[in-house]
């Protein structure tokens, strides 16, 4: 695989510095900034094609908006999904966003567990 060819899609600026807070390894990470259009989706689509790419975005309505568009308009696109308890991707615990991350084949960095406090 080249460098930078997997490809993690967020929404805004603080979800792509959380998931480069626990991330191992060179991944290039694309902000929606919260709105989906076909122009901003054309203009991301062109870059993507045959990249293995993954939509993390907040478990809210416009996070399954731009869930539903890559669905229809990048469907080999891989969906990672986090804990509505957390609902925003920038609010997940370092450990509880290195673990999800680590399910999808990432290599997130180890980092020593908070004592007394367990994530799902």
Known sequence: MALLDKVIVVEGKTDKKRVQEVINEP??????????GIDKLDGMIESL?????FILVDADK????IRQWFKQY?????????????????R?????????????????KEEAPVKGLVYR
């Open 27 to 36: 991944v290039q990470i694309m902000c929606t900034h919260g709105t989906m």
């Open 49 to 53: 094609y045959e990249r293995p790419v």
């Open 92 to 108: 997940c615990p370092r450990p509880y966003l290195a673990r999800v991350l680590r399910k999808y084949g990432f290599e997130v």
């Open 74 to 90: 990048l469907s080999e696109s891989g969906h990672i999904f986090v804990d509505k308890t957390y609902c925003e991707v920038a």
């Open 62 to 65: 416009e996070g399954n908006r």
